[in-house]
């Protein structure tokens, strides 16, 4: 399927996506908009950023995808380098070249790499200055993001907000109790254990309880829970979660209290309150 602006393939989305871009793109203005005098350099990265378009299935709007919303942004400018990151060359190639049309190229380009190559990513990311602060985006359909290798990003770029899309309501929902509950799942179990980095979690006692019991629910929220405090282990104190529809959750990190600050003035207006950006 093809763009009708600009003839270049488009995405098909859920109804939800739309309110994950906009809470991206308010916490996005917010932290550019704010930050922009008191740091050397200013830097946003996206991991799974898509070809930067998209089209909702539900009424075959176009809107505009995750790379675009934040280029088309008035904060955008402050940037000194935007870097998106996809596993496919061919989704790389599609949005550099709506970011030439945009003449956004000198700031911001896309690239191939993969966020199971932690080595890979933060070979693409080693130009961006230690004095710069980064806001970092994550983006995954699965709980597959190994934690090292988010670990690693931010060993390497130590000034880091991190939004991660978790998907609680999809992957995990349909996914997590039967990893738990039956020992042929070792795949499934090492790749939640992975993201989460806490090898033995689904063998935890109360992991299994609830797994027993056919609490989703409650499952869901320890392995929330669990991510957060991995989180806090590696320097990112400040934590919130909003949900996106009930199929994904957004989880904002920080190692600063004004980060966090900034996150939730960002989430205080509802999206359906802005219908009208990004199309």
Not at 137 to 151: A, K, N, R
Not at 205 to 218: C, G, N, Q, S
């Amino acid at each position: 399927m093809k763009s009708v602006l600009d003839d270049l393939p488009i995405r098909p989305v859920g109804e939800w996506a739309y309110d994950k871009i906009y809470r991206l793109v308010q916490y996005f203005g917010i932290f550019a908009g704010g930050m922009k005098n008191r740091w050397a350099a200013l830097n946003y990265v996206e991991i799974g950023c898509g070809p930067g378009r998209c089209v909702l299935r539900e009424n075959c709007l176009e809107i505009d995808g995750t790379a675009l919303a934040i280029i088309r942004n008035p904060n955008f400018s402050s940037l000194q380098k935007a870097i998106f990151i996809d596993a496919s060359s061919r989704v790389a190639e599609i949005l550099n070249a709506r970011i030439g049309a945009l003449g956004a190229g000198s700031t911001a380009s896309a690239v191939v790499g993969d966020y199971s190559n932690a080595a890979g990513l933060c070979g693409i990311l080693k130009g961006l200055p230690e004095e710069s602060l980064n806001f970092i985006f994550i983006d995954p359909t699965e709980c597959d993001v190994p934690f090292e290798t988010i670990e690693q990003i931010v060993r390497h770029l130590k000034n880091t907000d991190l939004l991660v899309n978790v998907a609680l309501g999809t992957d995990a929902n349909r996914n997590l109790m039967s990893a738990i509950r039956l020992p042929s799942h070792v795949k499934v179990r090492e790749k939640y254990e992975a993201f989460l980095g806490k090898p033995g979690f689904c063998a935890q006692p109360e992991v299994i309880e609830l797994a027993k019991l056919a609490d989703h629910t409650a499952l869901r929220r320890k392995f929330a829970e669990t991510y957060k405090e991995r989180l806090a282990d590696i320097g990112f104190g400040y934590t919130d979660i909003q949900p996106v529809r009930h199929y994904y959750h957004l989880l904002f990190a920080s190692g600063s209290e004004k980060g966090l600050e900034f996150w939730r003035k960002s989430c205080r207006i509802a999206p359906d309150n802005q219908r009208q950006l990004f199309q």
